[in-house]
């Protein structure tokens, strides 16, 4: 079945770097958009960052572009999200998801409803 799990969360203070892991199992990620998404304390869950399979291209939201890259390692089936120059607003808690590709179907990888599997999350903390 698919599987995503999170790693490389932690605390980190304000201008540093944080690289999060996800590795995925049971499926092709070539049929299937990735996204990072965050919760932070009392606010909704929004997509930070997500690779879209049906262009090829990567996205950002506008809080996190410049600081943030997405980038994944086919050989190992994981998908990273390298952050930088990290804000105390970055801190969340950040799941890896993926939402298969439909034909015919517009599922912009921004969208939160564009998922369908869901890791358990990982916690950063941006403090000094």
């Known amino acids: 079945q698919v599987q995503l799990v999170e790693s490389g969360g932690g605390l980190v203070q304000p201008g540093g770097s944080l690289r999060l892991s996800c590795a995925a199992s049971?499926?092709?990620?070539?049929?299937?958009?990735i996204g990072w998404v965050r919760r932070a304390p009392g606010k909704e869950r929004e997509v930070v960052s997500c690779?879209?399979?049906?262009?090829?291209?990567?996205n950002y939201a506008a809080a996190v572009k410049g600081r943030f890259t997405i980038y994944r390692d086919n050989s190992k089936s994981t998908v990273y999200l390298q952050m930088n120059n990290m804000k105390p607003e970055d801190t969340a808690v950040y799941y890896c998801?993926?939402?298969?590709?439909?034909?015919?179907?517009?599922?912009?990888?921004?969208?939160?409803?564009?998922?369908?599997?869901w890791g358990q999350g990982t916690q950063v903390t941006v403090s000094s």
């Open positions: 049971g499926f092709n990620l070539g049929y299937y958009n």
């Open positions: 998801a993926a939402g298969v590709l439909r034909p015919g179907i517009s599922r912009p990888c921004l969208w939160l409803t564009s998922y369908d599997y």
């Open positions: 690779l879209d399979e049906s262009d090829g291209s990567t």
